[in-house]
């Protein structure tokens, strides 16, 4: 067995040391409730503020106050509050109609079969090799579409979505509507400005850039707030400006803070690493693999491969049992055992999609961890085949 390998880095991360050391001394010397006003309670609402500020940085924003971060439970959560805050924030004339992909997250596409039972009209554009497609787009921006929400980064395949384009050409269409992106996985990777990206609402993870899981993150344009087009949809306290009750998770802010602070100082260098890992896996790759690379932009950091013939649980198992963590598509789904919508939405078969996995590097992964997956990748084809 080989030393511990993991390459499944965009199902979550591990906790860096300077994020987990300033969660810790939230946990163990600011431990104070942010909404009380003794000193204790200050000192906490203080640090809150500063991990705010390091996370709007981090997306690229240069005037903070041109919207607000609101802290949620996961990325999961800020997706949700996206898609529902938006859709119950007023009552339409006619039938609402929203516009998303065929290969999103269950985080937005889930809310939305949701909202599809309370007649909003969901249309999911196509996203064959990874690219929208943008003459289904156009055709669909009618007067009464009202959200459009599209990923950055696919998280299967890594393909990267031309969100800017499809923003711009929905405002010009529909002047009011609001634009959503789930940034999760190219947070800190790639420019997430929102102004940059025509969006409206900006989805982020923490456990995907070495935070703790538990903590995620919404950024609303003020524009969207001064006209009360998203609504809050946790209630209670009032905390976040009354857009997300609850008490703080001030740990896990202020190591989201951190872990957005070091990654985006060393931004340009980790995508580098990741880029040349990315060459070295797919020179060592055994005979037979075949890898999936979308046909415009892409993320290196995901590395979509199919495996004819071998069951992707059976293949991760065999890998697992070597040291070497992957994973079949998304981590959200990988114990269900379906078909990958997201993968048969690029365009693979049922049979290559069920045979299909992910590798997500990190900046923390090495090239002779990539060729140690590649000799063991190469010994579980033999005899898996061999069991068939």
Same mark, same amino acid.
């Given at each position: ?58 997306? @690229? ?32 004339? @006619? ?23 309370? @007649? ?52 010009? =269409? ?6 959503h992106c789930d940034a999760i996985q190219g947070f800190t990777k790639l420019d997430c ?8 609402? $900006? ?29 809050? $949809? ?49 020179? @060592? ?24 013939? $071998? ?5 991760? =198992? ?71």
């Amino acid at each position: 067995m080989t030393d511990s390998i993991y390459f499944d880095n965009s199902a979550t991360t591990p906790v860096s040391e300077r994020a987990a050391r300033k969660a810790l001394e939230a946990m163990t010397q600011t431990w104070g409730n942010p909404s009380s006003v003794h000193g204790k309670g200050v000192e906490a609402e203080r640090m809150v503020a500063e991990a705010r500020a390091r996370v709007i940085r981090a997306l @690229g924003i240069k005037n903070p106050r041109s919207g607000s971060l609101f802290f949620t439970g996961s990325g999961t959560e800020a997706d949700n509050m996206a898609v529902t805050g938006v859709l119950q924030a007023k009552t339409f004339r @006619g039938t609402p109609r929203v516009i998303t992909t065929d290969s999103e997250h269950p985080a937005v596409l889930n809310p939305l079969r949701e909202a599809e039972l309370r @007649g909003v009209e969901v249309i999911r554009l196509r996203t064959r090799g990874g690219v929208i497609d943008f003459d289904e787009l156009s055709q669909a921006l009618t007067p009464g579409t009202v959200l459009v929400s599209l990923m950055l980064v696919n998280n299967e395949t890594g393909a990267v979505y031309d969100v800017k384009r499809a923003f711009a050409l929905a405002k010009e =269409r529909c002047p009011d509507v609001v634009t959503h992106c789930d940034a999760i996985q190219g947070f800190t990777k790639l420019d997430c400005d929102p102004k940059k990206l025509n969006a409206d609402l $900006i989805s982020v993870s923490g456990h995907k850039i070495g935070a703790p899981k538990g903590i995620g993150a919404l950024f609303c344009d003020g524009t969207l707030l001064t006209k009360k087009r998203i609504v809050p $949809i946790v209630f209670g306290g009032g905390q976040e400006n009354g857009y997300r009750s609850g008490t703080e998770n001030v740990p896990g802010i202020v190591a989201f803070g951190e872990a957005a602070l070091e990654r985006t100082e060393s931004r340009e260098e980790d995508y580098a690493c990741v880029s040349a890992l990315r060459r070295t896996l797919l020179e @060592g790759l055994p005979h037979g693999v075949t890898v999936n690379t979308p046909r415009g932009d892409y993320l290196p950091h995901i590395v979509s491969i199919t495996v004819p013939g $071998i069951k992707s649980e059976v293949l991760v =198992r065999a890998l697992s049992a070597e040291g070497i963590y992957l994973s079949a598509g998304s981590a959200c789904s990988s114990k269900k055992l379906k078909t990958s919508a997201a993968l048969t939405a690029f365009g693979l078969a049922p049979e290559d999609a069920d045979s299909t996995v992910r590798v997500s590097l990190s900046h923390r992964n090495t090239a002779e961890e990539t060729a140690i997956f590649c000799r063991a990748l190469a010994s579980a084809m033999t005899r898996l085949a061999r069991k068939r």
